[in-house]
């Protein structure tokens, strides 16, 4: 069950019929298992507009499982999952890839394709007729290449890029999908410091504009604690901790659930959550 719930947020039984629908995810008395091992149990949270979440734990608790039954790609056990009030196998797949863009923790590219043709398929939700890209989704990939400063690069082969260049690729190409909820799994990953912080400024940054929903997964608990609203703390054995980031993500529960001991360092400015 999920021991805390966040200031502000309405519970998932506020998307009853007969209650007003709050424009978010909302997940119900959600149960997600990987063989004979319960991740979650009894997981009940909304995630709504304006809010950026952070998912984090120890390796194989359920962090990406999670992130695939928010997207709709994986079936929970138990529980339902809502979105705008509708729960996710009622969506159209047309319908859902408007409303949510994902990013996967492995890219594979199996084929040669220009960085941007690359994020031009990202449009794919809004094309019609024919299918032939409108001046309109040309402008929304260089909008979303110069915004990861990849303007530059449009031409290079995606083959050709470094892994960290690959990843600022991805997030261009979920951010040119121009959803109002993004579920990025690992979105850090191959980026140097520098890009890990511009990343996570520019996302902020995306969220604050248009009220919109970011929900990451991130090993980075200091990232986490500074510029995410909320976070969801999973120990893989069906405890889901979840809260505004400061209060989840204390020592005393980082401590319980990576079961190692931490602490945080405080000066006038800063705090620093860091192991003993």
């Not at 980026?191 to 919109?212: E, H, K, M, N, T």
């Amino acid at each position: 069950m999920n021991q805390y719930l966040s200031e502000g947020a309405a519970t998932a039984a506020d998307t009853e019929i007969g209650a007003p629908v709050v424009p978010g995810l909302a997940v119900r008395e959600l149960m997600l298992a990987r063989g004979s091992r319960t991740l979650v149990a009894g997981f009940t949270q909304c995630f709504l507009p304006g809010q950026i979440w952070c998912i984090a734990g120890p390796n194989g608790v359920g962090k990406t499982t999670l992130i695939e039954s928010l997207a709709g790609l994986c079936q929970a056990q138990q529980g339902e999952i809502k979105l705008d009030g509708r729960v996710l196998p009622s969506w159209s797949t047309v319908a859902l890839a408007r409303r949510r863009a994902l990013l996967p923790q492995t890219l594979q590219d199996i084929f040669s394709s220009s960085v941007f043709e690359t994020v031009l398929l990202s449009r794919y939700p809004y094309l019609a007729g024919w299918g032939w890209e409108t001046k309109q989704d040309h402008l929304a990939t260089w909008a979303a290449l110069a915004s990861w400063n990849l303007a530059s690069l449009a031409t290079r082969d995606v083959m050709s890029l470094s892994g960290g260049e690959r990843q600022r690729v991805a997030l261009a190409a979920v951010l040119c999908q121009q959803t109002p909820l993004l579920l990025l799994d690992e979105p850090l990953a191959y980026l140097d410091l520098p890009y890990q912080i511009d990343c996570l400024q520019r996302l902020r940054s995306w969220v604050g504009d248009a009220q919109r929903t970011i929900i990451f997964s991130c090993h980075d608990l200091n990232l986490a604690r500074r510029f995410a609203t909320h976070a969801l703390l999973l120990d893989g054995n069906g405890a889901a901790y979840s809260g505004l980031a400061r209060d989840i993500l204390s020592p005393i529960l980082v401590s319980r659930v990576f079961q190692y001991p931490f602490k945080l360092l405080q000066d006038a400015e800063q705090e620093i959550l860091t192991p003993v």
